[in-house]
């Protein structure tokens, strides 16, 4: 499965920057449903957060999935990679 790649970042309340990635279907192209599942992991989170912002989620490339991925997107339509801030 090719996936597409949003690049994202989100400020949280204590002034760390969140850096994750919101991984769908390459097939998946309208972006609020991309921001909304963005907004439902920030709203997951146990701290608080500046709100979501489109400004700070942008398309950056499309890659090849592993097979935990592809399971994720198939089961619930997105995956988040966690990289900076997260937890």
């Known amino acids: 499965m090719k996936i597409a790649v949003w690049d994202t970042y989100v400020k949280r309340q204590n ?12 097939e998946t192209l309208d972006e609020n449903q991309i921001y909304g599942y963005g907004k439902q992991y920030i709203d997951s989170k146990p701290f608080k957060t500046e709100a979501f912002d489109s400004k700070r989620c942008n398309f950056c490339h499309i890659e090849n999935a592993t097979f935990e991925i592809e399971t994720a997107i198939r089961d619930k339509g997105f995956y988040i990679l966690e990289m900076e801030n997260c937890t």
Do not use: Q
């Open 15 to 26: 002034g760390l920057r969140m850096h994750f990635d919101i991984l769908v279907s390459e």
